[in-house]
């Protein structure tokens, strides 16, 4: 290639990373905000998180439109065609945080409707902060091309497990204790649910940061918490889809 061409396909590498960084500024705000309208009761804000997901959805097409026309025209190698697929992986989760974030925001909306439960959505919101942290940590990871800060965030996957698996306990007592708060209940739990998915999403961009820095996949299964005795018997929702029931 000549110096032009040399230069033309650099630009378009550095381009495809902005957008994803860029998209997972995004993806961090809207998680932080559906947080945050849980907390608050905020209509206004969750409506927002709501609206805002257009944004992420539409930068999930461009990328991934990029990165197939750079495939094709450029026909990448090595560190430049794991940089190109890693920018494909990424914007796909970072569109699946989006989404985890809308559930938080929709089901934010019908627990303002009730009584507040300040008690249990302070739980929400410690194990918000928690994830909300580990996709800031993953991202300046990827930004910053930092290995190590990003297998920080994969060693501490079962942390986030710890936390649903607390707070799944907490809720079951609170159902159980009076069911009047059952409604309530199970969506402060599906939204713990989105929390944890959200965890392992940040573990997977983790798991894409080491291997386009390094060419090597990740060897091993994830750290993950022990599940407190009885719990796999326990009554788990199961989630199918983006998340069920809907909080349309």
Known sequence: MNQHTVKAYGDELNQLTAEVVRMG???EAQVADAIESV???DVALARAVIERDLKLDTLHYDIEKKAIRLIA????VASDLRRTLGAIKLASDLERTGDLAKNIAKRALILAEGE?????TRSIER???LVSN???DVLDAYTASEVERAMSVWQTDDEVDEHYNA???ELLTYMMGDPRTITACTHLLFMAKNLERIGDHATNIAETVHYEITGEDMMGERPRAVPAPGEDAAPTPTLTGNDAPSAD
């Open 25 to 27: 500024g995004l993806a």
């Open 134 to 136: 580990r996709l800031r």
């Open 167 to 169: 707070l799944f306990r």
């Open 127 to 129: 194990m918000g902060r």
């Open 39 to 41: 907390a608050r009761r």
């Open 73 to 76: 025209l450029r026909q990448p």
């Open 116 to 120: 507040p439960m300040q008690l249990l």
